[in-house]
């Protein structure tokens, strides 16, 4: 299988942006309005001429009406950590309200296809689907995608009571299943579902393998097929093996708690990556060159910045706070 850079969609980033464009294209639309109601009122009647003698004006410049355009109130330099989480919440609880328009809906399931696409591009291509068998590989995706953003929306609404969360995690982890099951009577053969699930279970890894073969393509000096493979599956297999501290680990788990995200979590997670990261690049060294090793180096630890500052994003939308202390 080919390598790839995967075209990395944080979800939640993505409803931020594609809500602040939807957001910016009707207030655009809204001030377009105004200006052609200003451009067409009728003008005011001018004053009757005068056969007096005037003095001469100065010549005026004429100035374009002002539309007033709401804005918010300024924010303080430094607010409170306490008035930082409520204005979040009330930012995501809009966001999700927002969710609930057709049109947004729409825009969002566009973009989350185009995203998923191009993440299992590769994928589909080792496959050898048609332009049949890939719609519908893509629609079995995008359901669990879509479910996936809904239930990360309405979560950061933050006004749902835990039985409402509980049936929406739920709806999640059904939606996995059911993805599960499907693709395996769609793949219909043992050694692709094997390979689909070891992809889905090492997309972080590709990413900074492929970022790395960026980075090397210049000198030639990219990894082989199967040097690629051989430390796609080591890195896997430490991942695996890790005795993670936390929960943050899990790709699949679907709580999205304030005490899962809390910053004592956090920085469990950050403590064990890089306890992980260390094992990994000692196994690394003997399998691949010097240059390949230094880009190598480079990408795990930008791919680990990375991951860490959304971990940090997601606490904030979901109002991570200190764990509580044990009695």
Same mark, same amino acid.
């Given at each position: 299988m080919k390598k790839q850079l995967p075209a990395v969609l944080l979800a939640i980033v993505a409803v931020v942006l594609i809500a602040a464009l939807f957001s910016a294209k009707r207030e655009n639309a809204e001030l377009k309005q105004t200006a052609t109601n200003l451009a067409t009122a009728p003008a005011e009647p001018a004053p009757a001429a005068s056969s007096e003698p005037v003095a001469a004006e100065p010549a005026i410049v004429p100035v374009q009406p002002e539309i007033a355009v709401a804005t918010p109130p300024? #924010?303080?330099? %430094?607010?409170?950590?306490?008035? !930082?989480?409520?204005?979040? *919440? *009330?930012? #995501?609880? &809009?966001? =999700?309200?927002?969710?609930? &328009?057709?049109?947004?809906?729409?825009?969002?399931? =566009?973009? !989350? *296809?185009? =995203?998923?696409?191009? /993440?299992?591009? $590769? /994928?589909i291509e080792y496959l050898d689907l048609? =332009?049949?068998?890939?719609?519908?590989?893509?629609?079995? /995706?995008?359901? *669990? !995608?879509?479910? &996936?953003? $809904?239930?990360?929306?309405?979560? #950061?609404?933050?006004?749902?009571?835990?039985?409402? +969360?509980?049936?929406?995690?739920?709806?999640?982890?059904?939606?996995?299943?059911?993805? +599960?099951?499907?693709?395996?009577?769609?793949? &219909? %053969?043992? $050694?692709? /579902?094997?390979?689909w699930e070891f992809y889905e279970k090492t997309m972080g890894e590709r990413m900074m393998l492929s970022q790395m073969d960026q980075s090397l393509a210049a000198s030639n000096a990219t990894l082989a097929d199967d040097t690629y493979r051989n430390l796609l599956g080591m890195m896997h297999e430490e991942k695996k093996n890790f005795p993670f501290t936390g929960n943050l680990h899990d790709e699949k788990n679907t709580d999205l708690s304030p005490g899962r995200f809390s910053k004592e979590n956090i920085q469990s997670y950050a403590n064990d990556v890089r306890q992980l990261n260390e094992r990994i690049s000692a196994r690394a060294q003997s399998l691949l060159t010097p240059e390949q090793y230094t880009a190598f180096e480079a990408s795990i630890k930008t791919t680990t910045d990375m991951q860490l500052s959304q971990l940090e994003m997601a606490a904030q939308m979901f109002g991570g706070k200190e764990a509580p202390t044990a009695p």
């Amino acid at each position: 299988m080919k390598k790839q850079l995967p075209a990395v969609l944080l979800a939640i980033v993505a409803v931020v942006l594609i809500a602040a464009l939807f957001s910016a294209k009707r207030e655009n639309a809204e001030l377009k309005q105004t200006a052609t109601n200003l451009a067409t009122a009728p003008a005011e009647p001018a004053p009757a001429a005068s056969s007096e003698p005037v003095a001469a004006e100065p010549a005026i410049v004429p100035v374009q009406p002002e539309i007033a355009v709401a804005t918010p109130p300024p #924010m303080e330099a %430094n607010p409170a950590p306490e008035e !930082q989480e409520t204005a979040v *919440r *009330r930012m #995501m609880g &809009n966001m =999700a309200k927002m969710m609930e &328009n057709p049109t947004m809906n729409k825009v969002m399931e =566009a973009s !989350q *296809r185009g =995203a998923v696409g191009a /993440l299992y591009s $590769d /994928l589909i291509e080792y496959l050898d689907l048609d =332009a049949e068998e890939t719609k519908y590989f893509m629609d079995l /995706l995008m359901y *669990r !995608q879509m479910k &996936n953003i $809904d239930m990360a929306m309405k979560m #950061m609404g933050g006004n749902l009571g835990e039985d409402e +969360k509980k049936a929406l995690a739920d709806e999640a982890k059904q939606a996995e299943e059911t993805l +599960k099951t499907e693709m395996e009577k769609f793949l &219909n %053969n043992p $050694d692709d /579902l094997a390979e689909w699930e070891f992809y889905e279970k090492t997309m972080g890894e590709r990413m900074m393998l492929s970022q790395m073969d960026q980075s090397l393509a210049a000198s030639n000096a990219t990894l082989a097929d199967d040097t690629y493979r051989n430390l796609l599956g080591m890195m896997h297999e430490e991942k695996k093996n890790f005795p993670f501290t936390g929960n943050l680990h899990d790709e699949k788990n679907t709580d999205l708690s304030p005490g899962r995200f809390s910053k004592e979590n956090i920085q469990s997670y950050a403590n064990d990556v890089r306890q992980l990261n260390e094992r990994i690049s000692a196994r690394a060294q003997s399998l691949l060159t010097p240059e390949q090793y230094t880009a190598f180096e480079a990408s795990i630890k930008t791919t680990t910045d990375m991951q860490l500052s959304q971990l940090e994003m997601a606490a904030q939308m979901f109002g991570g706070k200190e764990a509580p202390t044990a009695p």
